[in-house]
């Protein structure tokens, strides 16, 4: 049986992210180190976006992005400057590539394509196993998420946001690629959240998301119909489909670090690094790999790496409202958004905003859901 000082049990965005920024550090080059994931990393399967300073970490693998942003509902449209910000996106395929490359320079790091179905703490250490191998480590990081746990709790909201989108070439020149849609609550909200996400790439040519912040997937022929009726309102009547891509995001606030153990971690959607209230995830998984790694080079035991701040509570307080109340999710983001500084909450949504500058976010959505799901929620 082979023996690993780290084993990563899945290799998506945050495994791999915590493996690059191991690498970086260059205090790792001792250690065996094995990736394992059922999925070769070797197609543009997603994209991710988020918003960030110039020349972030991931600048040279940036594909497109915006200075300017716009928000609508059924009663306003308006642009955000997005300044001292920018919306970027970052393809699947270059960040695998870019990380795979770092990988290859290492003697000591191995992935194999390999599809994990348990792992168990035994001797002081954990055993891994395969559908065709048994592997053994010292520390363990997770990130194969079991929805299942959580849905079989009631403490805390589990929604999910999911999306279909397509992306496009339109005959017709509909687009403004200097303007990325961030949400367009304009469409039918029938009962739930429900906006429409958009990213051009030219004039022609954009990728058109469905996305829904709630509990329960749709049929796919209903997100396809609502992206077509909404190229109808775009005035796109002919167009060539290039890709389709799809996606459901867990948004809780469920404590995964307390199944954190001594010598297994959970990372990624699997250990809550998902923004609970956006459902966003490469930022913060930015951020949470590098503490885990300088935790590492410190720490010994994962049951003190994670910490809880407010922002945790706040995004707790507006799941519980979006749980039982799931059509508010329009009338709160557009009372954010129609006056509020873009910079301030775009800031507040990374978890970066003084006291103060929460109070003039938080101030702007509509008081009397906030109160009643802090009151439901006094004593946690």
Request: one cysteine or more; proline letters at 3%.
């Amino acid at each position: 049986m082979k023996k690993y000082d780290y084993i990563f049990a899945g290799a998506g965005l945050s495994a791999l992210m915590t493996v690059y920024q191991m690498i970086l550090s260059g205090k790792f080059k001792e250690k065996k180190i094995l990736l394992l994931d059922a999925d070769s990393k070797n197609n543009n399967d997603r994209t991710w976006c988020f918003w960030e300073k110039p020349d972030g970490d991931y600048e040279h693998l940036v594909h497109r992005k915006w200075n300017t942003a716009i928000f609508s509902d059924a009663n306003f449209t308006r642009d955000l400057n997005l300044s001292p910000y920018q919306y970027k996106m970052i393809q699947g395929m270059d960040f695998y590539q870019h990380v795979f490359e770092a990988i290859s320079k290492e003697h000591n790091i191995e992935f194999l394509q390999q599809k994990i179905i348990r792992f168990t703490e035994e001797n002081n250490g954990i055993l891994a196993e395969t559908e065709t191998e048994k592997f053994y480590c010292d520390k363990l990081f997770n990130s194969i998420l079991n929805p299942q746990e959580i849905v079989a709790q009631k403490k805390y909201p589990y929604l999910q946001q999911h999306f279909i989108g397509w992306k496009i070439k339109a005959k017709e020149p509909v687009f403004n690629p200097e303007k990325a849609t961030f949400m367009d609550f304009s469409i039918a909200q029938k009962g739930n959240t429900r906006f429409m996400y958009v990213l051009p790439f030219s004039k022609t040519e954009a990728l058109i998301e469905y996305t829904l912040f709630s509990k329960e997937l749709l049929p796919e022929n209903e997100y396809e119909n609502e992206i077509q009726d909404y190229f109808k309102k775009l005035g796109i009547t002919n167009y060539e489909l290039i890709e389709k891509e799809q996606g459901a995001i867990p948004m809780t606030c469920y404590p995964f670090w307390k199944k954190n153990t001594k010598n297994i971690v959970h990372i990624g959607s699997a250990g809550g690094w998902t923004k609970a209230s956006t459902g966003y995830t490469f930022k913060n998984a930015t951020k949470k790999s590098k503490e885990l790694v300088a935790f590492l080079a410190t720490g010994n035991d994962f049951r003190k790496f994670h910490k809880k701040t407010r922002f945790w509570f706040y995004d707790l307080l507006l799941l519980d409202i979006l749980d039982r109340k799931n059509y508010l999710g329009s009338q709160i983001f557009s009372a954010m958004f129609q006056k509020g500084n873009p910079a301030i909450i775009f800031k507040f949504l990374d978890e970066e905003t003084s006291f103060v500058e929460d109070i003039r976010v938080i101030s702007r959505c509509p008081k009397t859901p906030f109160l009643q799901a802090l009151g439901k929620r006094i004593g946690i």
